[in-house]
């Protein structure tokens, strides 16, 4: 009986996406618990732009196109027999890998976000698109204008796998790590024991605070790490305060609230 198997690179493709929705799902059947939530149902409903059926359309063009690119990537840099045969995997390894990945991706994408706000015509026909959801929700992480999913994330999370030098098999993890870590800054929640917020400053409430019209020059990291937002005076320093009626609220310090 011969068995069923598949290769490195289908599952390198497919599960981000995957992970992407069964996330997300979870969020989702988590949101109804408004002593969590950064804003309430209410304000989810009103403030936001962009009816959700349109939002699940526009992350499944989305995520199409990074499949696509997926596929192309891993036929141009070979199998994943070829990769594995090449590297002699450890703990050490993949760590190194995982470290430089990140820097990267948060690299890339902190530079072409910022940009996208201060280009007016770029922030006006491509990254306002993001910004209609200005109460953010989990699913809606990868809401973005084509363009903007093609440059920012794809580009990004190629540029990451190549400069790493991982092997369609690490991708797996890599990339599926990532997706977990944007949906979650997207998630809209402040739930106890989230190791997200415990090892990352860059958290749903961080950023939260960009998706707010006081914010939306500030806070451009992400995925990962705020480095790049300390080091070149983007950074919106908040509290986290609880909000009457239950939930919370990411406040700016005072000096940003009289700006």
């Known amino acids: 009986m011969m068995g069923f198997s598949v290769s490195d690179e289908l599952l390198g493709t497919v599960a981000p996406i995957v992970v992407y929705w069964l ?39 989305q995520q199409l196109v990074q499949a696509a690119v997926a596929i192309l990537l891993f036929t141009v840099t070979g199998s994943d027999a070829e990769a594995d045969k090449a590297q002699q ?33 770029l922030y006006k026909h491509i990254h306002s698109q993001h910004h209609r959801l200005i109460v953010p929700y989990a699913y809606g992480a990868l809401y973005n204008h084509p363009v903007e999913g093609l440059l920012l994330d794809t580009v990004g999370g190629a540029l990451s796998f190549l400069i790493s030098g991982m092997s369609p098999r690490t991708s797996i993890f890599f990339f599926s790590f990532a997706t977990i870590k944007t949906v979650d800054d997207h998630c809209g929640l ?70």
């Not at 950023?207 to 019209?213: A, I, W």
């Open 190 to 259: 402040c739930l106890p024991g989230n190791l997200f917020h415990m090892v990352f400053k860059n958290n749903s409430a961080y950023h939260d605070v960009h998706h707010q019209l006081y914010g939306s020059k500030y806070n451009f990291s992400q995925p990962f790490f705020s480095v790049w937002d300390r080091i070149l005076g983007t950074y919106m320093p908040y509290s986290l305060e609880k909000r009457e009626g239950g939930g919370f609220e990411a406040r700016p310090t005072k000096e940003f609230k009289d700006d």
């Open 23 to 61: 996330y997300s799902g979870i969020y989702v059947a988590l949101s109804s618990l408004e002593r969590f939530r950064l804003h309430t149902k209410a304000e989810e409903e009103e403030k936001n732009l962009v009816s959700k059926s349109t939002v699940v359309k526009g992350v499944l063009l």
């Open 89 to 121: 995997f450890s703990l050490l390894v993949l760590t190194r890998q995982f470290i430089i990945a990140m820097i990267v991706l948060d690299t890339w994408q902190y530079f072409m976000h910022r940009y996208m706000h201060h280009n007016k015509f």
